[in-house]
């Protein structure tokens, strides 16, 4: 079961409330997103000082998807509980990359996409995450997602479905989840926000830095001639 926090976006049917923050002052109609554009934006090696960081100073399980829900590059300051059902179970299959359930029925990325805001769901083991899209002007490129976390204190009934369905140990399991303090649904909420700010300015240094470096390859080509 997923749970949309509501109060992320702005209610009554407005605009969610990061929106304007995100295409204010630019407009990026214009941008042409080939492939190698894209994948040079979404270059992993760029991103992992950044998203590292972010992860340790947060406390938070931090990765990049692609489009397709694919991760991009590696999941940062991964959690105890995931990294134990990670570990018994390398292959995950098309679901969440940070769902802790095989239905595959989480849409944090999807919604997080439609709404351009930052979402917040949890799972049916108890994990929490949020997703925040990235994007230039209306081009999707990829989505940050950051939790791997409790938003409650963790109950026995929905571990036990994380230990038979990954074929955990429940004594090892049940003492890690009892070391992890919960985070609140509201500081996640915050996290989240600060992710998504984090990411577009970012993505939008990346783009800036690439066109300088591609405008003066241009100059320098020019004055060859």
């Not at 009554?12 to 080939?34: I, K, Q, W």
């Not at 979402?119 to 925040?132: E, P, R």
């Not at 003492?175 to 649904?185: D, L, T």
């Not at 783009?207 to 004055?223: D, P, T, V, W």
Request: glycine share 10%; with cysteine.
């Amino acid at each position: 079961m997923q749970i949309r926090n509501d109060s992320i976006a702005d209610g009554e049917g407005g605009a969610p409330r990061d929106e304007g923050r995100r295409s204010r002052g630019e407009d990026f109609s214009s941008v042409e997103l080939t492939p190698e554009l894209r994948a040079e934006l979404l270059n992993p090696e760029s991103w992992s000082k950044i998203l590292e960081l972010y992860a340790r100073t947060m406390r938070l399980a931090v990765a990049l998807i692609d489009p397709e829900g694919q991760l991009v590059g590696t999941c940062h300051n991964p959690q105890p509980i995931w990294s134990l059902a990670r570990d018994a179970r390398p292959e995950w299959g098309a679901g969440c990359l940070f769902c802790l359930e095989p239905s595959g029925r989480c849409t944090a990325a999807a919604d997080a996409l439609r709404t351009n805001s930052v979402v917040l769901v949890h799972d049916q083991a108890g994990f929490a995450h949020v997703a925040s899209p990235l994007s230039l002007g209306d081009r999707h490129l990829g989505t940050l997602i950051a939790g791997q976390v409790f938003d409650r204190y963790p109950e026995s009934l929905p571990l036990q479905r994380v230990v038979r369905e990954f074929g955990l140990s429940a004594q090892p399991l049940w003492y890690v989840a009892r070391q992890q303090a919960p985070i609140s649904r509201t500081n996640l909420t915050v996290y989240g926000d600060l992710l998504g700010a984090l990411g577009q300015a970012f993505l939008r240094e990346r783009y800036g830095g690439i066109l300088g470096r591609k405008l003066a390859e241009s100059n320098r080509r020019f004055r060859l001639l």
